[in-house]
Each structure stands twice: as C-alpha cells, then as structure tokens.
RNA sequence: GCUCCCUUCGUCUAGUGGCCCAGGACGUCGCCCUCUCACGGCGAAAACACGAGUUCGAGUCUCGUAGGGAGCACCA
C-alpha cells in the first residue's frame, strides 16, 4: 500500500518550529517510503482561526520546501461532508443528541472531581432518542472492553473504554468538532500514517473507536514527543519565533532549521550534519524517541553558519538580498553581494548579521563607535594614518596585495605593528571595530569611499587633539 | 483529582545485559593561529533522578519512589 502522510496544523495560532518539526517528520515518512504528504488546514473553529495564520502555514512551508502532493485542504470547506458521517452514525445508532445544559455538564464534571473522578459526561441523554434540531451530537463510545493504540514511537498503548466518555463531535449549531473532522478526513483521504504531537495520544482512543463505528481501518500511528523552551517549559512566543518565518526574518537557513528539528528526538548515531537527501534516507520514525526536548538555540546558529559556510555563494544571493532589502539599505550603493558574500561568510552566524556586519560599505556612517573611536583614533596615530592615506591614493590597481603591502610598508618604516595601524585603520573606515581582513574590506569598499573616510578619520583625530 | 507518557553531561543525543570508571555534538573554559571579529587546530571540565530486585554481571530488564509533561472543552 502507499504510504500517505499528512501534517494538519490548525490556524489559531502562528505555526511554530513545534508545528514544523511534526510536518517535518511527517513529510520525511512519506519521502522515505516514497509515498504522498498531503498538506490539510484545521480550520473548524471559525472563531479563532486567522487568514494570517493560514498564510504563515502555506509561507512557512514553501519557505522550507516541505511540499505537499495533495491540498492544501480546508476543512470548512468539507462541512456538508461531515454532516453525511454525523448523520450516518446517528442512523446506525452509534451517535445521540443531548440538551443537557452547560450548567448541568459543570456540575456533574465538579462533582466527579471531588469524588477523585475524572470529570466525564454520565450519558443521561444516551438512550432518550432525543430529536431536537439545536441539541449537540455525542458520540456514543463503548463502555467496556478498551483500545490498544499500537504506536509506532510509543508502543502499545492500552486505554479501557471506561476511561472515556461520549464526546461531542456536533456542536448546536450543527458545525462538527475536531475528533470528528479527523477521522473523516483521514479516513476520506486515505491516511496510513498519522504522525503528530504526543498531545493527542490521549484522544488516539477515541478517534479509533469512531473509525470502528464507521467500518473504517484506523490508520498507524506515531505520537512525537514535544518540544519544550530552553528552560524546558511549554514553548512560547518569545522562545524564537511567534512564527516560524521570523527564522527567515532572523537569516537563518531553511538547511539549518530542518537539520536543527531532526535532531530533536531523532538521530542516527553520532552524525549531526544531515542535508536533506541524507535525512529522507536515514529518516525512520521508529527510532524517535520517547522523551520531550528542548530546543537550544546556541546549536541552532551553529548549524546556520556551518550551512553558510559550506553553501555556494549564489544560494546565498537571494535571501541576503531580501534581508538588505527589509533592512532598507540600497545594494546600489556598494559591492557585488556575490562579492560581499566571499569575504563574509566565514565570519557570521546568520545571514542577517551578515547584512548588519556590511551596512557599511553600502551606508556612510554618521558617527564612529564611540569605544572603538576612544581605543583607536588617537593623536598618536595620525601621523601613520596621514603617510597611509597618502601610500593608499598613489595606488594604481586597487587588489588585495597592493593594499596589503601599501599598510604593511606603511607600519614597517614607522616601525609599528600591523596591528596598531590596521585596527585605526579599520575604525576610520568601517565605524567600528570589526570588519573582515583589512585588504579584503578595503578593496570592496573601494578607493574613492576608502580615502574619503580615512580623511574624514585623520580631521576626527586632528579635531579631538585640539579641542 | 483521574488516565496516559517521560527521566544519560547545562542542552541535543549514542547506548537494545559484559565492547561503558559511559561515546559524539552544541555551549563553557584553556592553549595555538591572528590586523579586529570570526574560521580553523589542540586540550579540559561536565551525565546514567533515587531506592529495591533479577543476574556471575544493569545506563541497558522488573517493581517502587520522586520529579516533569500531556489529556480529561459545544479548542485543535
């Protein structure tokens, strides 16, 4: 049989790198086993679900290019769909309707509570053959026996029936609820693997028995374990990422991200570097992990600049470019990014503080930063600098060596080290203290913008000893 | 409260009864390289939650304790 995965996140809230990770699995299921993931939007709950969130769904997934064969399918849009199956069961007796008031079901659940019990609908409108329109719809669950939920991370799993109670799968107003809208459509679309959070191993049970009652095989299943904050708490917005597209925003690398989440209660002896070719092969749910993980952000940007490094430079082009232009800087105004993206991609974890590290060959600088101005414009290296600029103006071809030898030549005959000069040097023309190699950033940054700023570098100094 | 799940360095993990006085990775610390920041190289510290039991032998099996998580909605 072939496989079908799915991921079916629901929109109330911003999808996460939680959401991610179980699309992730998912999707590498289905490209192991060179079956189809279908891609399906949980948008029943109308009150709360946002065409942002829809959106960050389908951005998110694009941007990671985790795509789907099937879909993406709106279950608002499969209502008339649910109201066969609803009407099926209620006709096969596996399905009743129920008035039972909001105040009542409080009370019996309290009281349950304070009994030691867990709190669970009693069944009073079980066999009453109710016919009101507005009443909700309850599943009439079986009361003996129980449900093994052989998973395929957690392992059999045995709930009894007396555990559970008859959940409600239509609200008054006739619109179905969650446990009813995933057995249909996982049933409708010929779902065989069900991979998502271990959140819902606890409704597993109950999902089962409505595909018992529909005459329909239940798929596999496989409960991953949760992602927790660096603090191993529930994850929350300002763990990382409200959304997971603020990674992109942040400059981290769709590479990086997936290698990152595999990682997490996944792994394959000792290897930590996957690409993706490497996690589809690998890939095998069965050795996933029981135990929740928390995510380490450290780890996350380790990856990030290992991808960097290792990515040609033209995979690079398009998102820096994006990130320069979110950052409103003009790319006109300076080097080649190809160019800009040689001399730094060695020295940066994320691409946006690639962007960041480099406004200043695309931007003038309006003031130098004041501690590395402090530590190296000074009067003593004035004269050095003057000499400097003067050896870097009569230079005829501006490349590395040239620059190179013009600083080295300028801090031998002074008698100085390289270092003394390159640091002012490198304060003069870049504003702050950290640059890639001196040759390298002048070169990029060009004669004309290089003398101008190292002018403007001596008058600061010059002022400063007069004043 | 009830049901279900989990527990190896700070973090992610290897480990399927002897190969483990526990291996790798991130991070941390030290040294080297060096024009800054990085990269890179070398090295160090750092863990089997606890208690019983099974066994010649337990991180690995069993039970219990403690701690953590999830579910118990007219949310998904």
């Known amino acids: 049989m072939k496989i079908r995965t799915r991921f079916a996140p629901s929109p109330t809230g911003l999808l996460h790198i939680g959401g991610i990770r179980t699309a992730l699995f998912s999707w590498l299921y289905a490209k192991h086993h060179k079956g189809q993931f279908i891609l399906r939007i949980e948008d029943t709950d109308r009150e709360r679900s946002t065409d942002e969130a829809v959106q960050v769904i389908l951005d998110g997934m694009a941007w990671l290019g985790l795509d789907h064969d099937e879909g993406p399918f709106y279950q608002t849009q499969r209502f008339g769909r649910y109201k066969e199956v609803i009407n099926e069961l209620l006709e096969n007796g596996h399905a009743y309707r129920c008035i039972c008031s909001k105040v009542r079901l409080d009370k019996i659940r309290d009281e349950a509570m304070s009994r030691g019990d867990k709190p669970r609908y009693d069944g009073l409108c079980?066999?009453?053959?109710?016919?009101?329109?507005?009443?909700?719809i309850r599943f009439k669950n079986p009361t003996d026996g129980d449900v093994v939920v052989s998973d395929q991370v957690q392992g059999d799993v045995i709930f009894e029936n007396s555990e559970l109670d008859d959940l409600i799968i239509a609200r008054s107003d006739g619109s179905p609820t969650y446990n009813l809208t995933v057995v249909v459509d996982d049933m409708d679309m010929g779902i065989t693997e069900v991979i998502r959070g271990d959140d819902h191993?606890?409704?597993?049970?109950r999902q089962i028995n409505i595909f018992n009652a529909l005459g329909a095989k239940a798929p596999n299943y496989a409960h991953i374990p949760m992602i927790l904050s660096p603090e191993g708490k529930k994850l929350s917005k300002r763990?990382?990422?409200?959304?997971?597209?603020?990674?992109?925003?942040?400059?981290?690398l769709p590479e990086a991200l997936l290698n990152y989440l595999v990682r997490l209660g996944w792994s394959k002896g000792d290897q930590e570097i996957f690409s993706i070719d490497e996690m589809v092969s690998a890939f095998d749910i069965k050795d996933v992990n029981k135990s929740a993980s928390s995510i380490n952000p450290d780890k996350l940007l380790w990856l990030n600049q290992h991808y960097i490094k290792n990515a040609e430079n033209k995979l690079?082009?398009?998102?820096?470019?994006?990130?320069?232009?979110?950052?409103?800087?003009?790319?006109?105004?300076?080097?080649e990014i190809e160019d800009l993206i040689d001399i730094q991609k060695q020295r940066t974890e994320t691409l946006k503080e690639m962007a960041e590290q480099s406004t200043f060959f695309y931007n003038d600088f309006e003031e130098y930063d004041a501690n590395a101005a402090k530590k190296h414009l000074r009067p003593v290296i004035l004269e050095?600098?003057?000499?400097?600029?003067?050896s870097l103006k009569s230079l005829e071809t501006w490349d590395n060596d040239?620059?190179?030898s013009a600083i080295e030549k300028t801090a031998n005959?002074?008698?100085?080290?390289?270092?003394?000069?390159?640091?002012?040097?490198?304060?003069?023309?870049?504003?702050?203290?950290?640059?890639p190699s001196i040759d390298d950033t002048l070169r990029l940054l060009g004669q004309d913008k290089t003398l101008k700023r190292l002018r403007k570098g001596i008058e600061f100094i010059e002022n400063r000893s007069s004043s």
Not at 239 to 252: H, T
Not at 384 to 390: A, H, I, M, S, V
């Open 402 to 404: 040239n620059i190179k």
């Open 239 to 252: 763990d990382g990422a409200a959304s997971v597209l603020q990674y992109r925003d942040d400059g981290i």
């Open 201 to 205: 191993l606890n409704n597993t049970p």
């Open 316 to 335: 690079l082009l398009k998102p820096l470019t994006d990130l320069f232009l979110l950052m409103n800087i003009n790319i006109e105004n300076g080097p």
């Open 384 to 390: 050095p600098l003057k000499q400097l600029y003067d």
């Open 413 to 435: 005959d002074l008698e100085i080290k390289m270092g003394k000069l390159a640091q002012p040097l490198r304060v003069a023309v870049t504003g702050a203290g950290v640059s």
């Open 126 to 136: 079980r066999s009453l053959n109710l016919t009101d329109e507005n009443a909700v």
